[in-house]
C-alpha cells in the first residue's frame, strides 16, 4: 500500500521568503509527527499530532514555524521568514495510534535549504 | 531530560565482518529502544526494537539487547553484507510517543 509522502522533496529559498512543506500520511493512521534533521545530527522532534486532540508543539524551535492537520490527513509545517539555520530535511512519520507504541512510519523527506 | 548516545561515525568495514554501533541512553523510568535504518535515497525504517529490560530485538541478522544496567542498546551483527550500508539510529520513546534520536552511525561496507 501506499506509504507517507510528502512534496516537494526539495526546495530551495530565499532567506526571509515563507515556505510550506506538505505531508500525506498512511490512511486510517490518526497520528502524525514532524521531525527535523540538520546535517550531520540526529532527528529533532517539532510536532505531534493525535485524532482531534490539542497537538503537542513542544519541539517547534520558535513562532515562525506552525503546523496544521486536517482531521486525520494531511498536514502542512510552515515556516515563516526562513533563516539560514532551518536548512535541514523535515520529515513525517505516521503511526496508527498514539497510546501505547505502535511503529512511526517515516516519508522520505523534504530537503530545505535556504540561501 | 532523554537523551541518546551513539558511536559516531563513518564506520567502514569489510564484507562479513563483525559490526557493533554502540547506543547508549538516558531517560527517567523505562523507555522503549529502536533501532532505524536509512538506506541510500530511502526513508527512515524501523529495524528492531525492545520494550522492556533484557529483550533482544532482532531482524535480518541484527540484533540489540535492552541492558538496563548499562543503559545501552548496542547494535550487533555478526556478518555484514554490502547491502547493509546505511545510517543507523538509535532511539528511544517514553510517554508522549516522541522519538527521540542519536546523531546516527553512517556505515560502509566494502565487498
Redesign the interface.
Known sequence: GA??SQSPSNKVTEKGKDVELRCDPISGHT?L?W?RQRL??????LI?F?GNSAP?KS?LPSDRFSAERTGESVSTLTIQRTQQEDSAVY?C?S?PA?VG?Y??Y????TRLTVT | GNS?TQMEGPVTLSEEAFLTINCTYTATGYP?LFW?VQYPG?????LL?A?KADDKGSNKGFEATYRKETTSFHLEKGSVQVSDSAVY?C?L?QG?????????TRLTINP
Open positions: 506509504g507517507v497520528a509527527y521531525y550531520g545530527q540526529g532527528l529533532e522532534f505531534y493525535q503537542d519541539g520529515l512519520a503511526s498514539g507504541y511503529e512511526q517515516f516519508g522520505p523527506g | 541518546v522503549s532505524y530511502e526513508g527512515l525504517q524501523l526494537k520494550t539510529f532511539a520513546i508522549a510517543q516522541k522519538l527521540v534520536f542519536g546523531q546516527g
